[in-house]
């Protein structure tokens, strides 16, 4: 059974950093397109960041130069770094996989980011 297991969420004041992390049980994790998307309260799931297996990246224009998207092959992990946080950043953080960037076969369980003074 395929796990997407995301850590590192949490209350930051504005302007604050986090580092999110995805740990995947994926047989063949460097395979997979990874990717972080997120959903605010009454809003629908967005696309934050993904990042091929190869190592491409691919950011929403609202994150760009602020949040990075990496992955570790070896220890099955992927990692979004959140700088310059911002209130409007606040989300339920999910991590996802999938053969393809369209394709998202495998979702986390989301981890909570509340960015507020």
């Known amino acids: 059974q395929v796990q997407l297991v995301e850590s590192g969420g949490g209350l930051v004041q504005p302007g604050g950093s986090l580092r999110l992390s995805c740990a995947a049980s994926?047989?063949?994790?460097?395979?997979?397109?990874m990717g972080w998307y997120r959903q605010a309260p009454g809003k629908q799931r967005e696309l934050v960041a993904v990042?091929?297996?190869?190592?491409?990246?691919n950011y929403a224009d609202s994150v760009k130069r602020r949040f990075t998207i990496s992955r570790d092959n070896a220890k099955n992990t992927v990692y979004l770094q959140m700088n310059s946080l911002k209130p409007e950043n606040t989300a339920v953080y999910y991590c996802?996989?999938?053969?393809?960037?369209?394709?998202?076969?495998?979702w986390g369980q989301g981890t909570q980011v509340t960015v507020s003074s």
């Open positions: 996802s996989a999938g053969l393809s960037v369209a394709a998202r076969d495998y």
């Open positions: 990042i091929t297996s190869g190592g491409s990246t």
């Open positions: 994926l047989t063949i994790f460097r395979m997979y397109v």
